[in-house]
């Protein structure tokens, strides 16, 4: 069997006496893309942020690409390649374009060959080429943040979390800001980097989204995983009982 | 007129008056300058006008550091006392030195680095408290406020020190250059050998104390403007979730920052003691009022993200222009915390109703 490129065995983190994940394993395999799924308050989004190294966990382990990890900032994460387009975007406000999509990771230049300057030109370039293959048009790099609409914010976060050659992306809800048009250019994205062998974590609750890119399905239910599917061999229906609890059936499919 | 045009003329009003309110501190400025001309004797005079850049060196280095706090969304209530604590650290220690037998020329600098690096600590203290055990800003430098006070109280036995060198004056009062017309040119050393008619008629041009100050300003704004680190200082008071997750460690960088600010305070202190040849716990007491209200007059947004040293610069110039003027119409000084405090609420009334005033740098 193919190494998985992120295990993560009996993953636990509580909040004060509320477990918010409940000692869950998963497995994801190189250019697979596996639907995460749940209800409000599942767990969904504090188990891909242990996974970047926003939380902590209290319990479990992490393995990536075979080898254990221990994640105590983002940057940890960022550095092995885990990358994450979070459902609020994470954008700072106040800044432009380009310096969100480069921000903790700008691009410098020597100035008078001594101190590490920023590189303004070649970041808002490189900025261009990313957001170019998103075919989303951003008025100017230079607008603040706040001066554009959802779907450009959109890009812009999702244009950060590609153009590090990510080894692992997690996407949390990345179609719920987008008009229909920019919600297909986002889902074509998805195949596209599977393609190239990227595997994928996408969390959402559009399951039209869900069914048309994903390989695989994860469903949580407070805290716990209750369920893993292969998404050919399910349907909608049997989804959503799922992840609402009325659907009770124990039919465990092996992945792979 | 036709409709384009007159499209035209009502944005061009509406650009104009985003500039007005955009620059509404350098108007204020002028406007400052203009009426105490007209109203005062001299004041546009080149002593004048440079004691009005003595005045505001204070409030622009303890701004400096209130700026970068003020970006990140924070604030520093401690920096009047840290200096009083840096000029009683920096008085007592060329004391020391120069009862230890060291010539003047080493005990000065070497008092004030020692004062320097001394004076980092009451920021790693605040910074640890913002950034690692999340006491608001607010509460943690004003408790150091209290602590630094007592602390410089306590190393200047309550009165004023005394005994220092007597070459620390020299730094603190001369100039960088003279001129005695159709006679001799200068650079740092008051002309020898003049008549007193001569002296009369010397220029003395750019105090030394000015130039420290505005080195040290010009090499933070660089950092501000042109490196990660300014670039991470706006993120974290644009969106602190956004700059966490980015990577940025936050943490490091807060304590930074208020290390950046009692930086300043003490380098104020510093300059205190070369200006003034004596050290005091209160040199710089209700100074804290002053550089707040620099920053948020330059546009920097209390509620974080923005601000620039552009605009700290010529906050403290108001203030300074604003003092001297007052002194030159013999306006009795106490009004100018009422004239000052003024200014901060409007400042801060203008930065909540009308945000798209301050979204510069």
């Known amino acids: ?256 | 007129m036709t409709d384009a045009q007159a499209g035209g003329s009502v944005r061009s009003a509406g650009r104009f008056g985003l500039w007005l309110g955009q620059n509404w501190a350098l108007l204020f400025l002028l406007l400052e300058v203009v009426l105490f001309s007209v109203l005062g004797t001299r004041f546009l005079s080149l002593e004048n006008l440079q004691n009005i850049f003595v005045a505001c060196t204070v409030v622009l280095l303890l701004g400096m550091g209130e700026t970068f706090v003020i970006i990140t969304g924070g604030i520093d209530l401690s920096v009047g006392f840290v200096m009083g604590f840096g000029a009683v650290t920096c008085a007592k220690f060329m004391v020391l030195l120069q009862a230890a037998g060291l010539p003047q020329g080493a005990s000065i600098p070497l008092a004030a680095v020692i004062c320097l690096l001394i004076g980092l600590i009451p920021g790693l203290v605040n910074g640890t408290l913002v950034a690692r055990l999340k006491v608001p800003p607010f509460l943690a430098t004003f408790g150091m406020y209290g602590i630094a006070y007592g602390i410089s109280e306590i190393i200047s036995k309550n009165t004023p020190i005394s005994g220092l060198p007597s070459a620390a004056g020299v730094i603190g009062n001369e100039y960088l250059l003279y001129i005695v017309p159709r006679k001799m040119v200068t650079f740092l050393i008051r002309p020898q050998n003049i008549t007193r008619l001569e002296m009369r008629s010397m220029l003395a041009i750019i105090p030394i104390i000015v130039v420290i100050a505005f080195i040290f300003v010009g090499i933070f704004s660089f950092v501000l403007r042109r490196t990660r680190f300014g670039r991470h200082t706006y993120a974290i008071g644009g969106n602190v979730d956004a700059a966490l997750r980015s990577g940025i460690n936050v943490t490091s960088h807060l304590t930074r920052i208020y290390m950046i600010s009692s930086f300043f305070a003490s380098l104020s202190g510093v300059l205190y003691v070369l200006k003034y040849v004596t050290g005091r716990a209160d040199a710089g007491s209700a100074r804290m009022l002053d550089a707040v209200v620099a920053v948020v007059i330059g546009g920097a947004s209390l509620y974080g993200g923005t601000g620039a040293v552009k605009g700290t610069i010529i906050g403290a110039l108001i203030i300074a222009t604003l003092e001297t003027g007052m002194v030159n119409l013999s306006i009795p000084y106490h009004n100018r915390y009422i004239v000052i405090g003024g200014i901060l609420v409007i400042a801060v009334l203008i930065d909540q109703f009308f945000p798209e005033l301050v979204g510069r740098r």
């Open chain 1, 1 to 256: 069997m193919e190494q998985a490129m992120l295990e993560v065995r009996s993953l636990t983190k509580r909040f004060g006496g509320l477990v918010a994940v409940d000692h869950v394993d998963l497995q994801v395999y190189p250019g697979e893309v596996v639907g995460l799924l749940g209800d409000n308050g599942a767990g969904k989004s504090t188990l891909i942020k242990m996974v970047s190294g926003v939380h902590h966990p209290d319990g479990g382990q992490i393995f990536f690409q075979g080898k254990e990890v221990k994640m105590s900032i983002p940057m940890d994460a960022l550095e092995l390649g885990i990358e994450t387009l979070y459902q609020d975007l994470a954008l700072a406000e106040n800044l432009d374009a380009y310096s969100n999509i480069f921000l903790g990771r700008e691009m410098t230049k020597r100035f008078l060959g001594l101190i590490k300057v920023l590189d303004h030109d070649s970041m808002r370039e490189e900025s261009i080429k990313v957001l170019e293959r998103l075919e989303i048009e951003i008025p100017s790099m230079h607008n603040q943040i706040k001066l554009l609409s959802g779907g450009q914010r959109q890009a812009v976060a999702i244009g950060r979390s590609i153009y590090w050659n990510a080894k692992l992306l997690i996407m949390d809800e990345p179609t719920a800001a987008l008009g229909v048009q920019e919600q297909r250019k986002v889902l074509d994205l998805v195949r596209l980097l599977s393609s190239q062998d990227i595997p994928i974590i996408i969390i959402s609750h559009q399951l039209y989204d869900i069914f048309s890119v994903t390989d695989r399905l994860v469903i949580m239910r407070r805290g716990k995983k209750v369920a893993e599917r292969i998404t050919k061999d399910t349907n909608p229906d049997e989804v959503v009982g799922l992840i609402t609890g009325s659907e009770e059936v124990e039919r465990k499919t092996q992945p792979r």
